[in-house]
């Protein structure tokens, strides 16, 4: 019976006493990337390909990589702001229209 609204629920949606995985890292990980057994951060293939286009050109607009990627420039955001705060890349400047820099090479 769900507490809330006196419904009673199959029996296969009541999850009791379920073991809830423990997060070993407090690194910053997103729903695409993961921290391996050596607490390295994992990027995902994507990740991996901003930063081979940012390495070629340091201009290149959010806009820009998720037409090249076939994804949302959203997604495009949430890698950048991971990326950023992973210190994987920065911007020269706080311009926006700085280029960006790849600090760690994959």
Not at 77 to 85: G, K, V, Y
Request: glycine fraction near 4%; include cysteine; charge should be positive.
């Amino acid at each position: 019976m769900c507490s809330l609204c006196a419904i009673s629920l199959p029996k296969t949606i009541i999850r009791e006493n379920v073991p809830i995985p423990n997060r070993v890292s407090n690194e910053k990980v997103d729903g695409n990337s993961d921290v391996d057994t050596d607490g390295e951060i994992q990027l995902s293939d994507r990740q991996q390909d901003i930063i081979s286009l940012l390495n070629i050109d340091g201009y290149t607009t959010a806009t820009k990589m998720a037409k090249l990627l076939g994804t949302s420039k959203r997604t495009i955001d949430r890698d950048i702001s991971f990326l950023r705060a992973n210190g994987y890349i920065r911007k020269e400047t706080k311009d926006n229209r700085s280029p960006w820099i790849v600090i760690k090479q994959i």
